[in-house]
């Protein structure tokens, strides 16, 4: 044997992997950390005359240091230890790759080292020029490092640890220039050994190898590390192709005994685990299959399965395990070999069961297989349970309306698909008496209208196979809204707590009735049975709300099977301050008070039970009178506040307020938990002291006012006619209305009998002159005096009657006035009549006999009126002292003479053709 001896020593500039080569001895490598001038010895042992080669890797790079190298040798002889004797020293052999470098100004190494985490680096770098200051960074924090020489600096880092795959930046720069050189330090984790390892069997013929590789090391993909599985056993080995698994064949030659060895490998190192088994005892079945069902009835079901097969040797233990409503409720155990068996009972009807099997090696335990599951659904029964019904009875128009409620019974009461629910109406008055209605399912109400006497009610369920026993249910003619107080409770986050006092005599038991969202319109109602020793439970339910008032009724069920109530109590399961304030209505304001109303606001409806309320008032004195107190609101202001005890009361009446002055107010309620919010206030000025007064004297007048013009405007066309006509009519004329006759009070419109007249104005129509109508007529008016003839005459003064052509309604076609016959005589003839009353006769007499002479249809009426008149004659020889009338001063009469009446006469020439009214003292024509 001989013993080599190798020396080492480095200088700055020097890294990488050198070889030395002699013959008969080898110097291998060793790891090395030297700074400048140090020197390290290695040895080795090597035989005969062995080619040898030795290699290292120095700590600090080649390319940083020049290293040198040195060898001497001494025998190894086993039999005399204590007598060694070295060789001398070769010579040193140098290397220095520092000046292979190049010309750059700029040099960092080592490139692309590859570690693993933990280890310790050493980091150089090279420079050309000796002026520059130049600095290096290690993900951006800056190193401190030891120079070498002026061209060269090394940096130490210990401990590095890992950052990220893709590996840890370095980088160098000049401080003053724009040179940068860096590298990457790759950084791997620590490979670490495969735990579990672990071999099995399903088929005995292939083994399935598996385990847990651990973390990741963070290679790169190029680098990735590898397992291998070796059999000590075979010799034979294989290279796994996955992380975590391997197969191996089992060998023909049925070999039991296995050993195992899995080595994981990478670029840095090594890690390996051993494993010795048996073939057998390393047996996982594979699951179960073919899995069913036969002879399932109600209560049982047979279950079947089959196992792969292992041998005629092996015998499996299965295990079955029963599923009901997502819960193991049956455990079973089966030693099988092909095919497995087993009678499930104790089952319910119309119930969804799952089933499942699993199976083991029953000699040498191992695995189980995995599960294998199948459903199965047992057949329907009858219900098993009676509804549970309850009833809200109102009373309507003298009926008694009854909603009946149950709810759906669960599925081990249903033993089945409910389908409909049967109800059966019994009068207890007339027992012969039966009413039936059937409810489809999935309903839970109905509505019963039912005369004022005792009924008896049966509700039953039915499926598809039978019906459930009937639950029964009487209702009186009282709808058992009986007059019982309000007791208030508190709830808590278990529910409310509700008590009551025990019931003398035979109690059937107790019904608990709620609403779960009593705000709406259907509100949920909920009840709840209790046998007839409870006095008390607790109402507890998901829909329970902070805020919100729920309201119970605690009834007593008779032997009878009758309800009545007992305790009405209401609370809140949290309660909560006031949510709005009250809707104010202010009212009566004078100088010195108004008053505030509320009676709109509704308690039940707040999120706690209102205690009372507070009247906020603020003014410009801030002075408070008794009965209230200062508060600071939360802005900072100051007002004052009265506070009501009572919640009833919603009104109340601000006084002692000064005239001309401006107020503001608010209306809270407050609780036990606090008050509604202080939102806006309500701003008031109350008036002085003499407005009502004035206010009181004036409106009505404006009102009477205003109802005048609105009713003249409206009748403003009736008003028009009556008072101020464009075109008067004598028929409509209200003054002649008022004009009532002393002699004939019914007379309103003058008869030609009223007025005497003195004079008639005769115009002549000379017909066929060819003379259109519209062309006046050229004969001079005769005049017909009238006088008394007789001094005796105690009739009305002498009058003028005229025709009126305004109303003459044949004025326009005939261009003719209507004519009145009068004699031809001249007018002194005239005036040898007796009396001018007896020319008013035959005026009158002859004007009723033309009227009755015209065919209907065919007369238009000339108006006539009548009116004093002072003299008679022609104008021109008019008296100079007529006689005065004594009456006629005013319209006496007005006459409508039809046109008919106004023909020429058989005899005559002339014709009455206008009848002049004259004023006192003048005459027109």
């Known amino acids: 044997m001989l013993e080599v001896m190798l020396s080492f020593l480095h200088y700055p500039e020097s890294h990488g992997r050198r070889g030395v080569t002699g013959s008969g001895w080898k110097c291998l490598q060793s790891p090395l950390w030297l700074h400048s001038g140090e020197q390290e010895n290695y040895s080795t042992t090597v035989k005969g005359n062995q080619l040898l080669h030795w290699s290292w890797e120095s700590q600090l790079p080649l390319e940083c240091a020049k290293h040198f190298i040195r060898m001497r040798s001494a025998v190894d002889d086993a039999t005399t230890p204590e007598q060694r004797f070295w060789s001398n ?39 050309r020029s000796q002026q520059n200051n130049i600095s290096c960074y290690l993900e951006g924090v800056r190193m401190q490092g030891q120079q070498l020489d002026p061209n060269v600096s090394m940096f130490n880092l210990h401990n590095v640890a890992f950052i990220r795959e893709t590996g840890t930046n370095i980088y160098c720069k000049v401080d003053r220039g724009d040179d940068i050189k860096g590298i990457v330090l790759f950084v791997s984790k620590i490979l670490e050994e495969p735990k579990d390892f672990s071999c099995e069997t399903r088929d005995f013929q292939t083994l399935s190898c598996t385990w847990d590789p651990g973390r990741d090391t963070g290679l790169l993909k190029q680098l990735p590390q590898s397992y291998t599985l070796f059999e000590s056993f075979s010799g034979k080995k294989t290279l796994c192709k996955h992380k975590s698994w391997c197969n191996w064949q089992v060998a023909s030659e049925s070999q039991e005994m296995y050993n195992f060895t899995l080595t994981a490998e990478n670029y840095l190192r090594k890690r390996s685990v051993h494993i010795l088994f048996n073939l057998t005892h390393r047996v996982h079945p594979m699951a179960p299959f073919n899995v069913l069902f036969k002879d399932v009835s109600v209560t049982n079901a047979t279950m079947t399965w089959k196992v792969h097969s292992t041998g005629n040797y092996y015998t499996l233990l299965c295990q079955v395990e029963l599923y009901g409503e997502g819960k193991v409720i049956q455990k079973h155990n089966v030693s099988v070999k092909v095919n497995g068996e087993l009678v499930l009972s104790g089952l319910e009807p119309d119930t969804e069961y799952s089933a499942q099997v699993r199976c083991a090696n029953a000699n040498h335990f191992w695995k189980w297989s995995e599960w294998t599951r199948q459903n199965f659904t ?3 029964a009858a219900p098993s ?6 009833r809200n009875v109102k009373s309507v128009q003298g009926y008694c309306v009854v909603t009946l409620f149950w709810k759906p019974l669960s599925r081990l009461q249903a033993n089945g698909e409910i389908l409909f629910y049967n109800i059966v109406v019994e009068d207890l008055d007339r027992p012969s008496g039966l009413q039936l209605l059937s409810v489809p399912a999935p309903a839970n109400r109905t509505e019963l209208t039912l005369d004022q006497r005792a009924y008896q009610i049966h509700v039953t369920a039915n499926n598809s196979v039978g019906t459930s026993p009937a639950s029964v249910l009487v209702v009186s003619g009282d709808p058992g809204d009986e007059e019982v107080e309000e007791e208030r409770v508190k709830g808590t986050e278990d529910g409310f707590s509700l008590s009551w006092k025990p019931q003398p005599g035979n109690i059937t038991g107790y019904i608990v009735e709620w609403c779960d969202r009593p705000r709406d319109p259907l509100c949920d109602l909920q009840w709840k049975h209790l046998g007839p020793n409870t006095t008390s439970t607790v109402i507890s339910s998901d829909a329970f709300r902070p805020g919100v008032r729920y309201n119970f009724r605690i009834y007593g069920i008779s032997t009878e099977m009758v309800p009545y109530l007992l305790e009405k109590k209401t609370g809140y399961s949290q309660e909560l301050a ?27 409806s707040q999120p706690s039970f209102i205690r009372g309320y507070h009247v906020y008032l603020k003014s410009k004195a801030g002075q408070c009178h008794p009965g209230s107190e200062k508060a600071v609101l939360s802005d900072d202001s100051v007002c004052c506040k009265y506070k009501i005890d009572d919640p009833k009361q919603k009104m109340f009446v601000v006084g002692n307020l000064q005239p001309e002055s401006f107020y503001e107010f608010l209306v809270t309620p407050y609780s036990a938990v606090g008050e509604g919010p202080h939102g806006a206030f309500t701003k008031v000025t109350t008036p002085d002291e003499y407005s009502p007064m004035l206010i009181r004297i004036i409106l009505p007048m404006i009102f009477c006012i205003l109802l005048i013009m609105i009713l003249c405007y409206l009748k403003s066309q009736w008003m028009k006619e009556k008072c101020y006509p464009d075109i008067p009519d004598p028929y409509k004329s209200s003054v002649l209305s008022l004009i009532k006759s002393k002699e004939n009070p019914r007379l309103t419109i003058m008869n030609i009998k009223d007025c005497v007249p003195d004079t008639i104005e005769v115009v002549n129509k000379h017909e066929g002159t060819g003379k259109s109508p519209t062309e006046p007529e050229a004969a001079k008016p005769t005049y017909l005096y009238l006088l008394p003839a007789e001094e005796s005459y105690s009739g009305p003064g002498p009058c003028i009657c005229f025709e009126n052509f305004t109303y003459n309604q044949a004025a326009s076609d005939s261009a003719s006035c209507g004519h009145v016959p009068v004699p031809t005589k001249a007018p002194s003839q005239l005036g040898l009549l007796t009396s001018s009353e007896n020319l008013l006769t035959a005026l009158e007499k002859n004007c009723m006999n033309s ?20 003299v008679s004659g022609d104008k021109s020889s008019l008296p100079t002292n007529p006689p005065q009338p004594e009456l006629c001063s005013e319209y006496k009469m007005q006459m409508a003479i039809p046109l008919g009446l106004a023909a020429p006469s058989s005899s005559g020439s ?16």
């Not at 000046?99 to 680096?121: A, R, T």
Request: charged share 20%; hydrophobic share 30%.
């Open 89 to 127: 020293w070769s010579s040193w052999e140098e290397v220095d790759v520092q000046n292979s470098l190049g010309h750059e100004p700029l040099f960092v190494f080592p490139k692309d080292k590859l570690v693993e985490e933990g280890s310790n680096v050493t980091i150089c770098y090279v420079s």
């Open 378 to 380: 047992t057949v329907e």
């Open 385 to 390: 349970e009676a509804p549970d019904v309850w």
């Open 578 to 604: 006031p949510s709005d304030n009250p809707r104010v209505v202010m009212s009566n304001l004078t100088s010195h008070s108004f008053t505030l109303s509320w009676k709109d606001y509704s308690t039940e």
């Open 851 to 870: 009227l009755e002479e015209i065919p209907a249809g065919e007369s238009s009426l000339n108006y006539v009126s009548q009116v004093a008149s002072p």
């Open 910 to 925: 002339s014709s009455l053709s206008s009848i002049t009214l004259l004023d006192e003292g003048e005459h027109y024509h």
